[in-house]
Nanobody
Framework: HVQLVESGGGSVQAGGSLRLSCAFS????????MGWFRQAPGKEREGVAQ???????TYADSVKGRFTISKDNAKNTLYLQMNGLKPEDTAMYYC??????????????????WGQGTQVTVS
């Protein structure tokens, strides 16, 4: 059984930075596709970034050049470094995992396991 716990959210001024973490418990962390999604009030959940088993990455166009996804297989932890934050980045951020490699596109339906989320507010 896979469990995901996010941390690192908070309030920051525009232009600032935050680093989100996601602790993974369960089996074979290194054999999972890992991703970050976000959901703003009144909007659908959208993909932010994903990292594959081979560490190849995919980003939403809205965050390219500002956000970096990474993982530490020794610590079973996923990260999202967010720089140059904008008010439109305000959302609940969710960690997601799926056994096996990532699909080509960053889609919510491709992930089986989800964390409870951590709030990011940019003003």
């Amino acid at each position: 059984h896979v469990q995901l716990v996010e941390s690192g959210g908070g309030s920051v001024q525009a232009g600032g930075s935050l680093r989100l973490s996601c602790a993974f418990s369960g089996y074979a962390y290194s054999a999972h596709c890992m991703g970050w999604f976000r959901q703003a009030p009144g909007k659908e959940r959208e993909g932010v970034a994903q990292i594959n088993i081979d560490r190849s990455t995919t980003y939403a166009d809205s965050v390219k050049g500002r956000f970096t996804i990474s993982k530490d297989n020794a610590k079973n932890t996923l990260y999202l470094q967010m720089n140059g934050l904008k008010p439109e980045d305000t959302a609940m951020y969710y960690c997601a995992a799926d056994p096996g490699g990532c699909s080509y596109s960053l889609k919510e339906a491709d992930f089986a396991y989800w964390g409870q989320g951590t709030q990011v507010t940019v003003s």
